[in-house]
């Protein structure tokens, strides 16, 4: 991370990525399609998610989360930057000519080889089975189902660790501290992702938060009565209520989501805090 001169108001606290690591070049063309904004609305352009709209032109990566070229080695050939994500990713190309790009562990660099195999070498960057990774060992990028492909431990600097392995499973730590059991026969890839210091990034000014598609964000408290239930009151009152609530009603925070009886609470040994 890089520490801003204060220079101007906007660059006076600013900590922004260091980009150094990724290489100088244009996104692979065969990998890119053009990304429709939405600003949150559904195809009856109703908001189901606010404070969204605006923002620069995007193109989506074509990212491999999955197994496809399993067995053939790899060269990392770039580290590059993502906008539809917080990690890097690495554009791979392949023995048989085909080129990929894949989420970048912690590092990697140009150069490097890579495989994905049942089997293969516990190499950072390797993709392989769950079974034949050694207890304690980062992984990212974990199937849930086999042959689904990863979806699971993908943001920057997230790492997830595995504790042991027995009768088919193995117990998973996730980044959360949740416990969890996935089959061995399930694929991860080891290592760490990229961009660990994402989360000491410090925008400086709100222009960078338009810039990314994000909206201004009003407090219920600086509402009205019939538009939030904090609104209202004399001043800066307090909300007036035990509990925060959304707009809606629904408790704000602390409330679980989750449904009591959802098919997959059998694997989870561990709930995370």
């Not at 034949?132 to 997830?160: D, H, T, Y």
Request: aromatic share 4%; glycine share 12%.
């Amino acid at each position: 991370m890089k520490q801003k001169k204060p220079t101007t108001p906007g660059q006076r606290g600013m900590i922004v990525e260091d980009y150094s690591v990724l290489t100088k070049k244009e996104p692979e063309k065969g990998l890119i399609l053009p990304l429709k904004k939405h600003a949150g609305r559904t195809s009856s352009g109703r908001i189901t998610i606010r404070h969204k709209g605006g923002g620069e032109k995007q193109k989506y990566r074509i990212v491999d989360f999955g197994e496809d070229k399993i067995n053939i080695p790899a060269t990392v050939k770039a580290i590059e930057y993502d906008p539809n994500r917080s990690a890097f990713l690495m554009l791979l190309l392949y023995q048989d000519g085909e080129k990929r790009y894949q989420i970048a562990p912690e590092g990697i660099k140009v150069g490097d080889k890579v495989v994905c195999q049942e089997n293969a070498p516990l190499k950072t960057g390797n993709r392989l089975k769950l079974k034949n990774i050694i207890p304690g060992s980062s992984i990212f990028n974990i199937e849930l189902i086999p042959g689904q492909g990863g979806k699971i431990v993908r943001s920057a600097g997230s790492k997830a660790q595995i504790l042991s392995r027995e009768g088919g499973y193995v117990s998973i730590s996730l980044p959360s501290k949740e416990v969890r059991l996935i089959s061995e026969e399930c694929f991860a890839t080891i290592g760490q992702v990229s961009n660990i210091n994402k989360r000491t990034e410090v925008l400086g000014k709100a222009g960078k938060t338009r810039h990314r598609g994000i909206r201004p964000t009003v407090r219920g408290t600086a509402m009205n009565p019939p538009d939030h239930p904090h609104g209202g009151g004399e001043g800066r009152t307090t909300i007036g209520l035990k509990h925060p609530k959304t707009p809606w009603g629904k408790p704000a925070l602390g409330k679980k989501t989750r449904k009591k009886h959802k098919f997959s609470n059998r694997y989870i040994v561990k709930r995370r805090k």
